[in-house]
């Protein structure tokens, strides 16, 4: 399985950019895909999933209605629409998977169940 993250840049505050995440090697559909980003000297933060079977979403109380996940299942792509964006949004943005069981598992804000295959993308806002 391979994760690959783009997308990311360097813009202003209160703009908008738009994160991809191509998915590869996988051929079920009961997995989850969240955005995770990590701040220089901070931790891994969650940002957002969505549950690739139906599409269902939840969000860090910190991009909610900012920020919007979604996915392409004929392109195997996940976006991450982020909008009215802040300086403390500047982190490296990771796409990470974690593989269930069932395709109707609950989505969760732990970062340690997710894994990361891939390289992340860098977004900075400038104030």
């Known amino acids: 399985v391979q994760l690959q993250a783009s997308g990311g840049g360097l813009v202003q505050a209160g703009d908008s950019l738009r994160l991809s995440c191509a998915v590869s090697?996988?051929?079920?559909?009961?997995?989850?895909v969240a955005w995770i980003r990590q701040a220089p000297g901070k931790e891994r933060e969650f940002v957002a999933s969505?549950?690739?079977?139906?599409?269902?979403?939840n969000y860090a109380d910190s991009v909610q209605g900012r920020f919007t996940i979604s996915r392409d299942d004929a392109k195997s792509t996940v976006f991450l629409e982020m909008n009215s964006l802040k300086p403390e949004d500047t982190a490296l943005y990771y796409c990470?998977?974690?593989?269930?069981?069932?395709?109707?598992?609950?989505?969760?804000?732990?970062?340690?169940?997710?894994?990361?295959w891939g390289q992340g993308t860098l977004v900075t806002v400038s104030s």
């Open positions: 969505v549950r690739w079977f139906d599409g269902n979403a």
């Open positions: 990470e998977a974690r593989f269930t069981s069932s395709f109707r598992l609950t989505l969760t804000k732990e970062v340690n169940v997710y894994r990361n």
């Open positions: 090697g996988r051929t079920s559909s009961k997995y989850h």
